[in-house]
């Protein structure tokens, strides 16, 4: 399908390179952190994946949003990114879900695109270089978007996309407790799958409003931004209380992150991050290999991890007895169902949990 020409729209990176495309979804600009994912599908999911806030999304498939817009898939009902970036926008999506077009999606949220440039490019300037910033813009590039983007920051991540009240969410035998930082739809439904109950907490929630409820066990969620943050220490704090009181628990990417620094673990910044839908990932006890689905951009330091990533060999889990925690997205949402089974496992050591 030929891109029609739209408006003029320019790519700032923060080392200087300039990209010049064509606008898509709202006009305007736009400053945020570069990362790029390799999902084939899943533009819905990602769209709407708060881990991506304060992020410029950068899709390396070339052609996305030929299946539509379908709300059912969405994973918020809001867009966690700052800007998206796609190279060739389909304009005429065909899919019998489909509700309406990505561009028109994109400018009834106010979201910034820009298409028609080599992303497969921009990808590579990442890998080789590591995530940097970029400034969007519709008018030529001036000093000052150079300066925009070298000094941009993604800072009170987690507070910006967490909910701010408890929710309560299916029916079950088991209640478990969801520590939101951002948390993807799909990690609920999945819990609710399983036959739980399952009450959403705020980020900010204490530990003690947290036990009030008398969880059978507690989930950490996904979301943005660095773990070590310092608005994040009180949320450390309050997870090393929630290990304490012995209750299990599984957090998944941020969670996963935020639990280890409970433990005393630290983390740091990839080069470039881990997202997309085809990241293999070995499980150390078992020596399987899982595909797995994520989206991160930082890792925990460990040299006891229960998995480990086969292309890097970074931390991907954790296991701490009746608690454990992992960097990836078993429920997908989109992407393998490879490693669903982590969920029976939390069910399992929470049922051993109550019979002790």
């Given at each position: 399908?030929?891109?029609?020409?739209?408006?003029?729209?320019?790519?700032?990176?923060?080392?200087?390179?300039?990209?010049?495309?064509?606008?898509?979804?709202a006009?305007?600009?736009?400053?945020?952190?570069?990362?790029?994912?390799?999902?084939?599908?899943?533009?819905?999911e990602?769209?709407?994946?708060?881990?991506?806030?304060?992020?410029?999304?950068?899709?390396?498939?070339?052609?996305?949003?030929?299946?539509?817009?379908?709300?059912?898939?969405?994973?918020?009902?809001?867009?966690?990114?700052?800007?998206?970036?796609?190279?060739?926008?389909?304009?005429?999506?065909?899919?019998?879900?489909?509700?309406?077009?990505?561009?028109?999606?994109?400018?009834?949220?106010?979201?910034?695109?820009?298409c028609?440039?080599?992303?497969?490019?921009?990808?590579?300037?990442?890998?080789e270089?590591?995530?940097?910033?970029?400034?969007?813009?519709?008018?030529?590039?001036?000093?000052?978007?150079?300066?925009?983007?070298?000094?941009?920051?993604?800072?009170?991540?987690?507070?910006?996309?967490?909910?701010?009240?408890v929710?309560?969410?299916g029916?079950?035998?088991?209640?478990?407790?969801?520590?939101?930082?951002?948390?993807?739809?799909?990690?609920?439904?999945?819990?609710?799958?399983?036959?739980?109950?399952?009450?959403?907490?705020?980020?900010?929630?204490?530990?003690?409003?947290?036990?009030?409820?008398?969880?059978?066990?507690?989930?950490?969620?996904?979301?943005?931004?660095?773990?070590?943050?310092?608005?994040?220490?009180?949320?450390?704090e309050?997870?090393?209380?929630?290990?304490?009181?012995?209750?299990?628990?599984?957090?998944?990417?941020?969670?996963?992150?935020?639990?280890?620094?409970?433990?005393?673990?630290?983390t740091?910044?990839l080069?470039?991050?881990?997202?997309?839908?085809?990241?293999?990932?070995?499980?150390?006890?078992?020596?399987?290999?899982?595909?797995?689905?994520?989206?991160?951009g930082?890792?925990?330091?460990?040299?006891?991890?229960?998995?480990i990533?086969?292309?890097?060999?970074?931390?991907?889990?954790?296991?701490?007895?009746?608690?454990?925690?992992?960097?990836?997205?078993?429920?997908?949402?989109?992407?393998?169902?490879?490693?669903?089974?982590?969920?029976?496992?939390?069910?399992?050591?929470?049922?051993?949990?109550?019979?002790?």
């Open positions: 399908m030929q891109q029609s020409k739209a408006a003029p729209a320019y790519l700032v990176l923060e080392n200087g390179k300039i990209f010049e495309g064509q606008s898509f979804g006009e305007g600009e736009v400053t945020g952190e570069l990362v790029f994912t390799t999902g084939m599908t899943g533009y819905l990602t769209l709407t994946d708060p881990s991506y806030y304060g992020q410029i999304i950068i899709q390396t498939f070339p052609l996305i949003g030929n299946y539509g817009v379908i709300p059912a898939d969405f994973e918020k009902d809001f867009i966690g990114a700052k800007a998206y970036i796609a190279k060739r926008p389909c304009k005429e999506p065909s899919n019998f879900r489909s509700e309406g077009k990505l561009d028109t999606f994109l400018k009834s949220r106010g979201i910034i695109g820009l028609g440039i080599d992303t497969r490019a921009l990808a590579k300037i990442i890998r270089n590591g995530v940097m910033n970029g400034k969007i813009t519709t008018s030529p590039p001036t000093e000052t978007d150079l300066e925009d983007a070298k000094k941009y920051l993604v800072i009170d991540a987690v507070s910006s996309v967490s909910s701010d009240s929710v309560k969410m029916s079950g035998s088991r209640r478990v407790a969801l520590m939101d930082f951002g948390a993807k739809q799909g990690i609920a439904n999945a819990l609710i799958a399983h036959g739980n109950e399952v009450w959403s907490f705020p980020h900010n929630a204490t530990a003690q409003e947290i036990l009030a409820c008398n969880p059978a066990g507690i989930m950490l969620s996904n979301g943005p931004g660095d773990p070590a943050e310092p608005a994040n220490a009180q949320i450390v309050e997870i090393a209380k929630l290990f304490a009181s012995g209750t299990p628990m599984f957090g998944i990417c941020l969670g996963h992150q935020l639990m280890a620094l409970a433990k005393g673990y630290k740091r910044k080069k470039f991050g881990h997202r997309g839908a085809n990241q293999p990932v070995k499980e150390v006890v078992t020596g399987s290999v899982y595909i797995t689905s994520q989206n991160h930082y890792e925990v330091v460990s040299e006891n991890s229960s998995f990533n086969v292309n890097d060999g970074t931390c991907e889990g954790l296991d701490y007895g009746s608690s454990f925690s992992v960097q990836f997205h078993p429920e997908a949402c989109g992407g393998p169902l490879d490693s669903a089974f982590l969920f029976d496992r939390f069910m399992e050591r929470m049922e051993a949990h109550a019979t002790q």
